[in-house]
Each structure stands twice: as C-alpha cells, then as structure tokens.
C-alpha cells in the first residue's frame, strides 16, 4: 500500500467515525416525564438532519441572537404549564430545539448569558408551531412582542 491510500483509507475511516457519533448526537431523547425532544443544528449537516424531524414535534424552538440572528447556544429552557409546574428542562440546548408537549399552555423561560425570554403558548392538538427566540441585544427591553 503506498503512502497515498494509507492516507485516504485513514480520511474514510475518519468519516466513518463522525458519522456514527454524528447519528447518536440525533437521537430523540425524553425526560424522566416522558417529554420527547431533540436538540441539535450546529453545521450545516445537523441543521438538515434536525429539518427531516420537525413534523414528528408540537413544539420546535430556533434561539438566535443579534440583529442578524446568528445562532445561540447553550441556552437553559424551562417549560411551565398553566399551574407554573415545571414539565421541561434542558441545559446547554443547541439553536434547534423540538420538544413534543400535551395539547396545554406553556410558558416558556429561556436563557441566554444569563438574560431571559418569556413566551406563552397554546400546543392544540399535534399541530407543529415554530417559535424563535432572540436575544437581540441581550437586553430584557428587546423582548418578542408575545411576551410575558
């Protein structure tokens, strides 16, 4: 074997490699309630991966930050019912986030750098709402309209 397909037989095996930490980063996971979600959309490859499964949740969440809306990462989410119970968490989600709540009201508290967002919603059936979250500048008078 020469030096050449040494190298490239390393690349494929390389690939190989991410691929499979790559599937296992895109599995659905659920809470100890039974909350499914999945977070992900770093890259290019991940930000597909997570449109094919969007359908499959009632809740998908985009955090962005700046005028320009670059995306947000580790960003704390908490999910309260009407009854202010926590029924979700996460910690350090990535921009994407989809997460299959109950048919309900939801207030959901999301934090950036330690700035926060506040947004109610309604899940009404298995119907998929899109909500994006932005931090414009950090600052709590630069909240969504929607608001609480």
Known sequence: MNIKNFFVSIAFIGIAIFQVV??????????????????GGIGHEEVVE????????????????????YSATAINVNIYNTQNELVFRLKNAKPML???????????????????????????GNNNQKVILNWKEANPSNMPEETL
């Open 22 to 39: 790559y599937a296992a980063e895109q599995q659905i996971r659920a809470t100890k309630n039974g909350i499914q979600y999945l977070t």
């Open 50 to 69: 997570m449109r094919a499964h969007a359908k499959k949740f009632t809740l998908n969440l985009i955090f962005s930050e700046g005028e320009d809306g």
């Open 98 to 124: 989809y997460v299959n709540l109950p048919v309900g009201t939801y207030t959901i508290l999301a934090t950036n750098n330690g700035e926060k967002l506040r947004y109610r919603l309604t899940i009404d």
